[in-house]
């Protein structure tokens, strides 16, 4: 059995140059993939989602749980279950908004200060380990076309 579609010889599809290899999108899916395999090794106790919430609450301390998922750019079912495990495990606490009963503000306990500390050290590990082929230079670089992309 043969794979693809049979042409005759002259017929030319504008896919005919499309490689796989060239893409930014699976270059892209690839070094994701090797990051988070870097990450989930160094980590394993932390998804890359739970650190940017515990991150993103270090750096602005209590926040409604709509404004972190905006903050960390998640979508308002993925934060809910997210900060959902991290008050299982101790790490978050919520409380009802004061002006409106519905909101809740998310801020970190105690131990979740102590966890996002201690993670951060080894987040410096991580980007280390899956930057270690480029420049400090070119690192920069990345960052600032990473960011291009995302506008």
């Known amino acids: 059995m043969t794979v693809g579609v049979s042409r005759g010889v002259s017929a030319k599809s504008p ?14 899916r690839l070094a994701s993939q090797r990051h988070l395999e870097i990450f989930s090794r160094q980590l394993p106790h932390m998804t890359p989602t739970q650190f940017s919430v515990l991150v993103r609450l270090r750096e602005v301390g209590e926040v409604s749980q709509n404004q972190l998922g905006r903050l960390v750019a998640m ?3 993925t934060t809910k ?8 495990r101790g ?3 919520a ?9 809740l503000q998310i801020s970190l ?16 590990d991580i980007t280390k380990e899956t930057t270690e082929r ?8 990345l960052l600032k076309l990473l960011d291009k ?3």
Request: hydrophobic share 40%; charged share 35%.
């Open 91 to 93: 790490l978050l606490q």
């Open 149 to 151: 992309l995302q506008q």
């Open 75 to 77: 979508d308002a079912a």
């Open 109 to 124: 306990t105690d131990a979740g200060q102590v966890a996002v500390d201690a993670a951060i050290i080894t987040a410096k």
């Open 95 to 103: 409380r009802q908004d004061r002006d409106d009963m519905r909101r």
């Open 15 to 28: 896919a005919d140059d499309y490689q796989l290899d060239g893409q930014v999108g699976y270059k892209l």
């Open 81 to 88: 279950g997210v900060i959902a495990r991290l008050l299982d």
């Open 134 to 141: 480029l420049t400090k230079r070119e690192v920069a670089r």
